[in-house]
């Protein structure tokens, strides 16, 4: 019989056990390896600073940390924020790495036939049509016409009644509804308008939002765990499912509003500006080919609203924040647009002319340095296909979860100096005056190697273009006291999103001059 007096013991126990964890982390970072749990029970411990975490070990460990699996897990998770570990992995090794089938599944929602999802020739042939639609002349006269369009019909608008109205508004929502409608122009052709002042409801960002959530559990616990938790149907997973509905019905209602345009005979044309990969799909333009399957159209065509947007927002957002914090940036932001756009105010369509942005070397250091320290993909993991020695001198094997950290690569003093963590746009100019590159194994928040993100350069022509215009335009003042921290996911969203009030810098004309 259940002896209810020695009930306390199953709870007293534990909760010691963990308390004692607890204090002894603090003096050695490194996580306990427990019999059968390994170091899961370190893991949940720290969850809500996850990120953090990592940087600390990794710091502490020279920038390459084993942590073994647990009987639950069966395999094992080597950390690295190591560049030369990086480089080898992603780029001189990168035919001996793959995301393989585990990250297939637990990115299930992004699709199996998708350029993100893929490996080897499959991921090949897609990567091929992806740049080929990107590099094609059409995408930036797309681009040249789309960005100062939104910009002037959409975000000015949306700041001006914020403005007038006095109105708190969360930042981080109106950068995502921002690149939202960006990302569905290149994608489908199509502006869903979630920028406009009634802010409606977005649907499909807020459904991958969700999803990212449950994908970052599915690293954290066993296969088996997160299956029978959507096999049940709570928690994340339900909401991973409900997210799923989400884009399958936002997908539906892409192809049928154009294939209604195109039975109509209502094609929007080329030859007027508009160009996205649904239409080419659909038309067999050069660039894709002949119309694939479906499936294959409905996962590139989420993967690429989700790479645009669901990386964009967050940039900019923190960007924002970073800025708040730091006057000195804003005000060489301000007196490098004044310099810059100050006789012709800025926000009007033929004065956005995106070769402009290029002047803006300080705009594009503070971005840069804002990546650097919030990588809006925090983390990548691979797998190796055969056992393989790394620089660092760590064996790994087709066991071994590789987790390449770019947050703890920013955080790390023998990468970035003793600075490493403070807001240093300087970092990125060189003595003349222009743009400091560093190697993609060392700035990693594009990726680096074969898989290295290919919307960079669109990534920082629509940050430019945003923030240029809101800083030059509005003063932005974060709500003082507001909690700023990272959300639990696989993306780098704000928790508490970023509150702010806006106000228009003077009401006639807009600019400075
Ligand atoms: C600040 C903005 C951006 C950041 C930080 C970023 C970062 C990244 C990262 C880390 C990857 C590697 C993902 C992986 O393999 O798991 C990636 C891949 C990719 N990105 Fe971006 N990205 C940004 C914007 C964009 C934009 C605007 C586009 C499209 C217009 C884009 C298109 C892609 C595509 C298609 C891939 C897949 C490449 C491949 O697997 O070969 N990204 N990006």
Known sequence: MFDSLAFPQYFI???IFFLFLHHFRKINPTPWNLPLLGMLASVILNINQLHDKVAQILEKTKGSFMIK???VAQYDMFLTSDPANVQHIMSTNFSKYHKGSEGRKRFDIFG??????????EWKHQRKLARAFINHQK????MAKIVPEMIERGLIPVLDHVSEEKMLVDFQDLLKRTTFDFACLIATGHNPNSLSVG???MGFPDAVDDACEAIL???LVPESLWKLQSWLGFGKEKKLANGWRTIDQFWEKQKSMKQEEIEKGMEAKEDEGIYSLLNCYLSGHEVTGPTPAEKVMRDNITALI???EGTTSIALTWFFWLVSKNPFAETKIKEELKRNFSQEGFNKPPLVRLNELNKLVYLHAALCETLRLYPPVPFEIRIPLQPDVLPSGHQVNQNTHVLISAYSMARMTSVWGEDCREFKPGRWITEDG???HEPPHKFFSFNAGPRICIGKDIAFTMMKATAASIIHNYDVQVVKNHPVTYNLSIGFRMKHGLLARVSKRSAQPRHIN
């Open 139 to 142: 995408f930036q006269q797309l």
């Open 306 to 308: 989700f790479a645009t």
């Open 13 to 15: 126990f534990p909760i």
């Open 217 to 219: 559990i599915r690293h």
């Open 112 to 121: 199996e036939t998708g350029l993100f999802n893929s490996d080897f020739d």
């Open 199 to 201: 802010f409606p409801e």
């Open 69 to 71: 699996g647990s009987w």
């Open 434 to 436: 222009r743009i400091r």
